[in-house]
């Protein structure tokens, strides 16, 4: 008897796993932001292994898009360029392509050759001066996604301008979250969230739950939740200008340029939207607070966006839009 004592118990430590899947919360830093998982796995191996292999996956995009690291692929691009093709990898030349698309469904609202005008006004948060309307004059010269030139044959990149700059902050984060969804379900894992820095795809739920409950953030208070939603196989992103911001002279300009006039955005607060995948969530809710409400709205009916939220003025004085596919995300079973 004592000898077949612990091989029980094995046992049923194995069969208790086998019918209770176990929530596995994992939360680290990458890229300057943060990145959680929560993934339902029968063992925890498992769970641990498909993050192990996303981290590095993680990397690879850190080094194919990143605009803080001198030795990205983005960082040649910006360099060489201008003066004639760069061969890229073809994930390269895949997110541009498809950043080009998001430029030409939005009429140029999303554009990835915001790079000069982004950095002019960064400079000019830390010189506490607004700059020259001659200076965002040069730098609109710099920008225009027409302007960049796609080889996929020999997969290469060159600009038609001798400034252009690249910058993927406004749809990079979207497509790290999908390209993280696709290894976890590799793995055999179902149910799970993946959310990097608000930007979010909700695989299935738990069995019996309303969905995966994501939590809006309130734009005028720091790290409150203005509303919540319950989703699942859906990507959710959120642009707004209360985290991150550019201060010039007491005044606070949100980080999101209109590449049509070169000047920050005004008056939304904050734009959600939910949409097929992480990705285009992520372009879209940069794309939209260009926009402003009209446009949005009349753009969400016809491009069959699967919801979006807006919140439209300033701390005093705000209204809430929410398209029908978002309030249906809100709606009791
Ligand atoms: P967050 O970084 O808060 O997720 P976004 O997804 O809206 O916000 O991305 C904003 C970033 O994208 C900016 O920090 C800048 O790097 C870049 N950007 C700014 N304006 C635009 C634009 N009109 N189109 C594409 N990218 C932009
Ligand atoms: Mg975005």
Same mark, same amino acid.
């Given at each position: 008897m004592k000898i077949f004592l612990p091989l029980l118990?094995?046992?049923?430590?194995i069969s208790c796993y086998q019918h209770n899947e176990i929530l596995h919360v994992r939360t680290f830093f990458i890229m300057g932001s943060e990145f959680e998982y929560k993934l339902y796995c029968k063992n925890k191996s498992r769970c641990e292994k498909a993050v192990r292999e996303s981290q590095e996956r993680l990397n690879e995009i850190d080094y194919l898009f990143s605009n803080y690291r001198e030795d990205s692929v983005l960082a040649g691009v910006n360099r060489n360029a201008a003066t004639g093709p760069v061969t890229v990898p073809t994930e390269f030349i895949y997110l541009t392509q498809q950043s080009i698309d998001y430029s030409e469904l939005t009429k140029g609202a999303f554009d990835i050759s915001v790079g000069k005008l982004f950095e002019l006004?960064? &400079?000019?948060?830390?010189?506490?001066?607004?700059?020259?309307? =001659?200076?965002i004059e040069s730098a609109l010269k710099c920008t225009g996604y027409k302007k960049i030139r796609l080889n996929k044959v020999n997969n290469t990149v060159s600009f038609d301008s001798d400034c252009l700059e690249l910058d993927y902050g406004a749809i990079g984060k979207g497509y790290a979250v999908d390209e993280v969804v696709k290894i976890v379900k590799s793995h055999g894992i179902k149910k799970g969230l993946i959310n990097f820095s608000g930007n979010i795809y909700a695989l299935d739920k738990q069995t019996g739950e &309303?969905?995966?409950?994501?939590?809006?953030?309130?734009?005028? =208070?720091?790290?409150?939740?203005?509303?919540?939603?319950?989703?699942?196989?859906?990507g959710v992103a959120t642009s707004g200008d209360y985290e991150k911001y550019f201060l010039i002279n007491g005044k606070r300009y949100s980080h999101i340029i209109d590449p049509g006039t070169g000047y920050p955005v005004e008056n939304l607060s904050s734009v959600t939207v939910l949409a097929d995948s992480a990705t285009k969530a992520d372009a879209l809710a940069t794309a939209f607070s260009v926009m402003g409400r009209e446009k949005t709205e009349e753009f969400a009916g016809i491009n069959n966006v699967r919801g979006v939220m807006i919140i439209d003025g300033d701390r005093s004085n705000y209204e809430v839009y929410k398209s029908p596919g978002f309030k249906s995300v809100q709606e009791a079973d």
């Open positions: 118990l094995i046992l049923l430590t006004w960064k &400079k000019s948060s830390k010189t506490n001066q607004v700059p020259e309307k =001659s200076q &309303k969905g995966w409950e994501v939590g809006i953030n309130d734009p005028f =208070s720091n790290s409150s939740v203005i509303d919540f939603i319950n989703i699942d196989n859906l």
